[in-house]
């Protein structure tokens, strides 16, 4: 279990609420939603909302265990313990957010506007 930032909408996620990002498990789920999501790593939000037999997937929708928060897409990385960490000056995601708090009303803006 660790947390990775959705290579579609930059979003914090964990891969346990998240098939593990679809990636390893890609063929399972219907991707005519989204071709080009297929083999990124994302978020249970940008996930398929259905498996290739038709049936419905819990994702396509954020799960709400935390609340969704989006950072400056494709800064971060994944530490050696699982945690996000802004690959640039290696502060974690929480000191990133008190650092520069600009930077994040940026990637929520972002959002809204796609
Ligand atoms: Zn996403």
Known sequence: MSLF??????CLENTALSAQGF?????MFDW?????????????????????DGK???FGKWHNV???EFYPLGEFVTDEVGNLKHAATGLSS????KQ???RMIEAAKRQEVE
Do not use: H, W
Request: aromatic content about 12%; proline content about 7%.
């Open 5 to 10: 930032q959705c290579e579609n909408c930059g």
């Open 23 to 27: 990636k390893v498990m890609a063929r």
């Open 32 to 52: 005519s939603y989204a071709p080009n999501l297929k083999g990124m790593r994302i978020c249970s939000a940008c996930g398929p909302s259905q498996y290739n």
């Open 56 to 58: 419905s997937t819990e």
């Open 66 to 68: 935390f609340s969704r």
């Open 94 to 97: 929480g000191q990133f957010k």
């Open 100 to 102: 520069f708090p600009d």
